[in-house]
């Protein structure tokens, strides 16, 4: 729910608009964050907790609203990448899960720290072993 790289964009104002009551002038630079979207609990129900199956067929919270998921940009300045990335994770995860047992380490502080971009406050420290059995080659 938070990209790691980019964490927010600046967009120019085309036309002028309203937004919660306030007018938007036509040329101003708007900065938005995607976390903040991605955390919205009007779009997502309980936002703050790992839940990867609100993206399921039989949910889509992320389909509610447009732009409710913008990990990779949106519209025409959507990543080029994007496609690929997806399928390199799902390769990475196919293979880490099938492969290896893991343990996330204790006495870690996970809470977030935000510059120069998002990630836990001590890291990320797991533990990473092959399953029994199993050669470093499959």
């Keep these: 729910m ?4 980019v964490r927010s964009s600046l967009r120019r104002v085309l036309a002028a608009c309203e937004f919660s009551g306030y007018v938007i002038p036509q040329g ?18 309980n936002p703050e907790r790992f839940d990867p199956d609100r993206f399921s067929l039989e949910r889509t ?5 447009v732009f409710s998921y913008i990990p990779f940009g949106g519209g025409i300045r959507e990543c080029l990448g994007k496609e690929f ?5 799902k390769i990475f995860a196919a293979l880490l899960v ?6 996330l380490l204790p ?10 971009f ?4 001590d890291g990320l420290k797991v533990k ?7 050669s470093s080659e499959s």
């Design 118 to 121: 998002s990630r836990p406050r």
């Design 128 to 134: 990473f072993w092959p399953y029994e059995g199993e």
């Design 61 to 65: 919270e992320d389909k509610q609203k």
């Design 85 to 89: 990335a997806r399928l390199e994770m």
């Design 28 to 45: 101003w630079d708007i900065y938005y964050q995607i976390p903040e979207t991605h955390q919205d609990p009007q779009i997502y129900k």
């Design 107 to 116: 006495n870690q502080n996970l809470e977030r720290t935000i510059l120069p």
């Design 2 to 5: 938070i990209p790691p790289v």
């Design 98 to 103: 099938r492969s290896y047992q893991w343990e």
